[in-house]
């Protein structure tokens, strides 16, 4: 894979004479979507900005891939950061933009009040909407807004991870949801629309359809082997490869046109859809609720998943 070259004139700047670290002695101000310091997403670091970080402590070439290029400012290294700054580079527009910002290990905080090693309890409180999962590497707790994501351990704030606002979109996005017919904007029977793509941002799974039906795959979800949020479309009807078979979501701002939402009770959703009726369901301690055309998936008692698909011939229910 072809590498940049841009490397050589950054390594003739950082060949002058080196000045302080100064992030060591000033607090870093780290703002969503935009920047930590001086470091701003989607712009190349400046002479001024490299004279603030110092020299780097490990660096690798940016590839044709976002987010490739990393040069870590601190202790550690580009998989595990102990103190200071990680930076990603490629932003998909120029090799030398950086594509995000990891801080960790100094003093460090958001305008809401949020601050490294400060305890974690205050994260809700700040940020009411914030997204709670669990970090499938450390398994520790982990707060997600848009741009940014707050690791936690031990009850404390441990690292600030600073992203451009719409590079998990798709978890953010309010999507409604017709038995039968569609989630958001996909429509079952139809090709996906390009507008999904531009709502949501590229999938994290790409499984491109084969002859056999149900084969293609799109999925927009949180890193780990049983993704807590996730929007799933499945492709292949049989006859047209592009056409979607069904669509899942879990774990996001999902609601039915009967006002039915992800994370309501199993009474609410029984109210609402009172020509359902009690199903098995995958998953140990699941049920499901099923209606023409949906899925509703159960577990303790709260409505943990919605499965969409096309309505069933009449006479027939699924």
């Not at 793509?197 to 999938?203: A, I, K, S, T």
């Not at 899942?248 to 609410?268: E, F, N």
């Not at 509703?296 to 699924?318: C, M, Q, S, T, W």
């Amino acid at each position: 894979m072809k590498k940049y070259l841009w490397f050589g004139a950054l390594a003739g700047l950082l060949a002058l004479p080196a000045r302080a670290q100064l992030w060591r002695k000033s607090k870093v101000d780290v703002k969503a979507g935009s920047s930590a310091g001086p470091i701003f997403l989607g712009q190349s670091l400046g002479k001024a900005t490299l004279k603030y970080l110092g020299k780097p402590a490990q660096q690798e070439e940016a590839t044709s891939e976002v987010g490739s290029g990393t040069m870590v400012f601190g202790a550690g290294d580009s998989r595990d950061l102990r103190k200071g700054f990680l930076v990603r580079l490629n932003d998909g527009v120029k090799p030398d933009n950086v594509s995000s910002i990891q801080v960790k290990g100094i003093r460090a905080a958001t305008k809401e009040g949020v601050y490294l090693d400060g305890p974690a309890a205050l994260i809700l409180k700040k940020y009411p909407d914030a997204q709670q999962d669990i970090n499938p590497f450390s398994r520790n707790p982990e707060f997600c807004v848009p741009g940014l994501t707050i690791r936690t351990k031990a009850g404390k704030v441990e690292e600030f991870l600073v992203e451009p606002k719409e590079s998990q979109r798709w978890r953010f996005r309010r999507l409604t949801v017709v038995p039968g017919v569609k989630v958001g904007p996909f429509e079952v029977g139809k090709a996906v629309p390009p507008e999904a793509f531009e709502q949501l941002g590229p999938p994290t799974v790409d499984t491109k359809p084969s002859r056999a039906p149900s084969s293609g795959l799109l999925r927009w979800a949180v890193a780990g082997q049983r993704a807590d949020r996730m929007i799933e479309v499945v492709l292949h009807n049989g006859m047209n490869p592009r056409a979607i078979v069904s669509v899942r979501v879990r774990g996001i701002r999902a609601q039915t046109d009967r006002k039915v939402k992800l994370g309501d009770s199993a009474d609410t959703v029984k109210d609402l859809y009172p020509d359902g009726r009690t199903g098995l369901s995958e998953g140990v301690g699941n049920t499901s609720w099923r209606v023409p055309g949906a899925n509703f998936i159960l577990k303790d008692d709260v409505l943990n998943e919605i499965l969409i698909f096309e309505l069933p011939k009449a006479g027939r229910r699924r």
